[in-house]
């Protein structure tokens, strides 16, 4: 019964804490707090939808690679047009291609193609979360500033024996937007950094996959070609 009174004693002086914090940092704490959650909502939209894009091309990797590997490029066609997948959208291109393409460059110049078309949606709005990062660290500056200036004018007409006490206590309050601005800051770069990481992992994965598609391409042809001369 105790325990349960010390920890609803501290989550409610958490809370009262956290609510002077806010009062006392002034209405640029709200704004901070708005980009950071801003910037949290496109973290998690991108997170999940990362995760997905990476899924989703495991499995159509698994189910195509053995078709592929066998020589049956049209029923890898057909299984690649029904998925959404990103790597099933590249192999649409190669294998469109295939068909009646008599170089394997011009295989890979269109899953290049593909490719180019599919980055732009794992990188989109990635980037906002830095620039959100660095306003949110910006913004906290300014009302720090902001407050450092009131202070110093609140200090300037104030009773000289109170004016050593009155203005620390303001520069501890001004400080307060700097402090919150740097905690929304930090995990928005440390999200940012993680996300352009798996992005950059997805790619190399996919072109991985077009380079082995390809090499599977250069064994087709080479096959089909030592058949014709033997015929």
């Known amino acids: 019964m105790a325990d349960t009174l010390n920890a609803a004693e501290q989550s409610a002086g958490l809370f009262t804490t956290t609510a002077q914090f806010f009062q006392e940092g002034g209405p640029f704490m709200y704004i901070?707090?708005?980009?950071?959650?801003?910037?949290?909502?496109?973290?998690l939209e991108r997170f999940i939808y990362l995760n997905m894009t990476q899924t989703r091309n495991q499995?159509?990797?698994?189910k195509l690679f053995?078709?592929?590997?066998?020589?049956?490029?049209k029923t890898a066609m057909e299984e690649a047009k029904k998925?959404?997948?990103?790597i099933a959208k590249i192999l649409v291109?190669?294998?469109?291609?295939?068909?009646?393409?008599?170089?394997?460059?011009?295989?890979?110049?269109?899953m290049e193609e593909g490719l180019m078309e599919t980055i732009p949606h794992l990188e989109r709005r990635t980037n906002y979360i830095a620039v959100f990062a660095n306003i949110a660290t910006l913004l906290g500056l300014l009302g720090t500033i902001m407050g450092l200036i009131n202070a110093f004018t609140a200090v300037a007409s104030a009773d000289p024996s109170q004016k050593a006490d009155l203005l620390s206590?303001?520069?501890?309050?001004?400080?307060?937007?700097?402090?919150?601005?740097?905690?929304?800051?930090?995990?928005?770069?440390l999200a940012f950094t993680y996300l352009?990481?798996?992005?950059?992992?997805?790619?190399?994965?996919?072109?991985?996959?077009s380079v082995k598609f390809l090499n599977v391409f250069r064994q087709a042809q080479s096959q089909s070609k030592n058949q014709g001369g033997q015929g």
């Open 59 to 62: 499995v159509v990797w698994k």
């Open 169 to 189: 206590a303001s520069i501890s309050v001004a400080m307060n937007t700097t402090a919150f601005g740097l905690m929304a800051a930090i995990p928005l770069l």
């Open 83 to 86: 998925s959404g997948s990103a």
């Open 196 to 209: 352009q990481n798996k992005t950059n992992q997805l790619i190399d994965s996919m072109e991985m996959a």
């Open 66 to 73: 053995p078709l592929l590997t066998q020589g049956k490029f």
């Open 32 to 43: 901070i707090l708005a980009v950071f959650l801003v910037g949290l909502a496109i973290t």
């Open 93 to 110: 291109y190669g294998l469109s291609r295939s068909a009646y393409a008599t170089r394997h460059d011009e295989v890979e110049m269109a």
